[in-house]
């Protein structure tokens, strides 16, 4: 098992492609031969990195993931963050067993000079991957990872969900033309504030996530936003619109799948992240979302 180390791909030339592999379809084509390979510093990732032992995963800046329940909360495609240039996708492998000394895999060098490590980015035709070998001197320290990456575990291990909607109730009776009351209910996994940190290859950092906005498409076309999770309604309200998040229906649901309105709640987590003892910080957005079925009716007037 090896150690992950740092990228220095693009600020060394001393790194020597041994072979490259173009990964298409499935199918492996040798595109270069072995040539002589001097040892370096650390192993070329590129990207932001993490993990530890034989794979280290390398994820492009504006790349995610970050896990959520299951059931009826889900997380749409895509987190905001920071518009950077993307950085190549890479995974690198440190060859377990070791090639024998002689090997055509070290060239002109020995297991003496560090390790071979096999280095796979999406940097082909179209995105797919290349993958070539690599001989490194292998580093007593992780590598220097992007914050934000290990901003982005942290975020991971909050287990963020979508909005805990308790307005509209499914249970709920509502009418055509009377204001409907939208909130939700506050937890540190639906709503925050929801704080933990991660540390990886000697970076730690620490993150805390709330909810800033939610969007309520309430499945009649419209939509609102609201910046808070809302007033929850009480009976000495009568028929007053919600101060702070609201909606009036003004068609029933009767020709709506199953008779009943599909409302989504979406809601945009802020992350804010600051590397341990001061220094780098940041921000990110995460996107959760939760739905829920309405049935609106009209009132009835007997005569």
Known sequence: MGESVEDRDRHSSTAQLLTR???????????????????????????????????????????????????????????????????????????????????????????????????????????????????????????????AVVARQAVNKMKLAGPDIASPRITGTYLVGMPMWLWVNKSPTTFGPNTTSASAGGVTVSATAKVTRIIWEMGDGAAVTCTGAGTPYTAAHGKQESPTCGHTYTQTSASQPAGKYTVTATSTWTVDWQVAGGGEEGQ????????????????????
């Open 284 to 303: 990110f957005t995460e996107l959760r979302q939760s739905q829920a079925q309405v049935a609106i009716g009209e009132l009835q007037v007997v005569r």
């Open 21 to 147: 592999t173009a990964l298409l379809g499935g199918a492996s084509m040798v595109i270069a031969a072995i040539s002589s390979a001097q040892a370096v510093a650390g192993v070329p990732l590129g990207g932001g990195c993490s993990g530890a032992g034989m794979w280290v995963v390398c994820e492009a800046d504006n790349g995610s993931s970050s896990s959520g329940d299951s059931g009826s909360h889900t997380r749409p495609s895509g987190a905001e963050g920071s518009s950077k240039p993307s950085k190549p996708v890479c995974t690198v492998e440190r060859l377990d067993p070791q090639p024998p000394e002689g090997s055509m895999f070290w060239g002109d060098k020995s297991p003496e000079d560090g390790a071979v490590y096999q280095r796979t980015c999406n940097t082909g035709p179209g995105g797919t991957p290349v993958s070539e070998h690599i001989v490194a001197a292998e580093a007593p320290d992780g590598p220097a990872l992007d914050p």
